[in-house]
């Protein structure tokens, strides 16, 4: 009896040793990459307006700033000629931004008419930007020096600049109210805090690591996710303490969040999205689910909570959605 009831205890043993080793499902499913005819290259950042359920794709490698219809699943225009880092949606006024370069201005489009609106001279080249939901000002990240221009689209002028220490400029986030600025600034490693009502940099957090690059808010928390060299922060707003880290892959740029899912989704060049569940003061990781190497933007739509990624090169250019799996 003990000889053949041994095999069977040696069997479930190693069964359960090896269970851990066995890979869930993804958390996303991976939709096929949709061509964008008459480009190439690569993006640098992507907006969604989820209004008009369009893509917003600064096309740095197609000199262009793009439109891509979601529900049609075409590019809707290619405005040629503005070489695009980043985008915002204002429907308030119905314009959309573009951050462009060579030359350095700010685009603004008729988001109805789809036609240029006018533009904004800048006085170097540009990266990230955001619009303020409060106040409509558009905030423009210089990409030569720790600077960010604050512009008035109804006098199409440079209203002010804001100074900070420190180089690289990454991402732009806003409080929920819009009386707060949180510029994300890499080359000292940390968050710097703006405040709209003052004009003055009310605080520096330290990260404590590399970064950080992309930004998030967390709207029914007081907190914002940095993401930063390996790393997924939780910070609180108020203090700028670190709350909690994840795991994220390496080489992390855009970040996504979407409130209803509590998800983040970090997009990394190594061709991974780290996706990580975001709790009351917690952050568990979930999975790297495969993209497209070398691509490290991302968006998603907080209607479907469709998970949106583009990429090119000098053969044609694409965006591709991955779908929340069953």
Known sequence: MKENTLPLLVSLLLAALFLPMVQAAPSLDAG???????????????????????LLLGHTGNHSFDVFDIKSGKLLKSFAGYDAADAGSDSGRGFYYASCSDPARLLMVDSSKMEVAGEVPLPANTDLMGVNPATGMVHVCDDTAPNRWVIDPSTKKIDHTIKFEGSGMEDVVFSGDGKLVYQAIKGTGSIAVYDIESQKVTATWPCGVKGPWGMAMVPDQNVLLAACAGK?????CTSGKVITSAPIARSVDEMAYDPALHRAYCSSRTGKISVVSVGQGKLTPLDDVTSQSGCANVVVDPKTHTVWIAYGNEAGAFVQPFTQAK
């Open 32 to 54: 096929k990459p949709i061509p964008l005819p008459g480009t190439s290259g690569r993006f640098d950042f992507i907006r969604i307006d989820s209004t008009a359920d369009r």
């Open 232 to 236: 997924l922060l939780m910070v609180e």
